[in-house]
């Protein structure tokens, strides 16, 4: 499996500001992926990122509003722009194994934000 | 798109009894089908997953079910210990441009009473 770490893993935001999340694998992967999951809720796919190529975003997701990076195959950054208290949650970033592990998708450990 | 249902929302049982997760999906193109367990505080963890050429996995007390006909797949935990007490996640995708995204049911929580 994949180790994943995130940074922060926690933080309160003023409302207004924006917020860059880190997000660093312990080995190449191709896909990277974005996931938000509000307060008690499940988890929905912001965007994928792919190394070298822009991101792609889901349906209700736009790039001025969580712009990422992917510069390389270990790494990726979600910002969170112009923060409002709707935007408090649970940030997760996941990686997708290799096709010879099954493509299976593993998750870090989430950065929770609050935003005031 | 893809539409994934879980049930129950929340489940307690006693130690030692079994706990079964059910979900149901809508796409037929879907063909993987993990489930994670996410802790208080934690981020999800995969504990199991099955692909749409597979009826049934197990893994010493965990276990799913595929049926393809009916789009459902289901999670049973035998022997439950209160270390199984989380949130359950369902999910499903269809590996479309190279990537595995994944749409989530609505999770469960589950509680095991010693």
């Known amino acids: 499996s994949a180790v994943i770490s995130q940074k922060p893993s926690r933080d309160i935001c003023q409302r207004g500001t924006s917020l860059t999340i880190q997000c660093q694998v312990d080995?190449?992967?191709?896909?990277m992926f974005w996931y938000r999951q509000q307060p008690g809720q499940s988890l929905t796919l912001i965007a994928t990122?792919?190394?070298?190529?822009?991101?792609?975003?889901e349906s209700g997701f736009v790039i001025d509003k969580f712009p990422i990076s992917r510069p390389n195959l270990t790494f990726s950054t979600l910002t969170v722009s112009n923060m409002s208290p709707e935007d408090s949650s649970i940030y997760l970033c996941?990686?997708?194994?290799?096709?010879?592990?099954?493509?299976?998708?593993?998750f870090g450990e989430g950065s929770w934000l609050t935003v005031v | 798109g893809e539409n994934v249902e879980q049930h129950p929302s929340t489940l307690s049982v006693q130690e030692g009894d079994s706990a079964v997760i059910k979900c149901t999906y809508s796409d037929s193109a879907s063909n993987y089908f993990p489930w994670y367990k996410q802790e208080l505080g934690k981020g999800p963890q995969l504990i199991i997953d099955i692909r749409s050429n597979v009826g049934e996995k197990k893994d010493q007390r965990i276990a799913v079910t595929l049926n393809k006909t009916a789009k459902h797949f289901s999670l049973h935990i035998t022997e439950t210990q209160p270390e199984d007490s989380a949130v359950y996640f369902c999910?499903?995708?269809?590996?479309?441009?190279?990537?595995?995204?994944?749409?989530f049911g609505q999770g469960t929580r589950l509680t095991i009473n010693p």
């Open positions: 990122a792919n190394q070298g190529s822009e991101a792609t975003y």
């Open positions: 080995s190449q992967v191709t896909m």
């Open positions: 999910a499903a995708s269809e590996l479309i441009q190279g990537a595995q995204k994944l749409v």
């Open positions: 996941s990686v997708e194994g290799p096709p010879q592990a099954g493509n299976t998708i593993y």
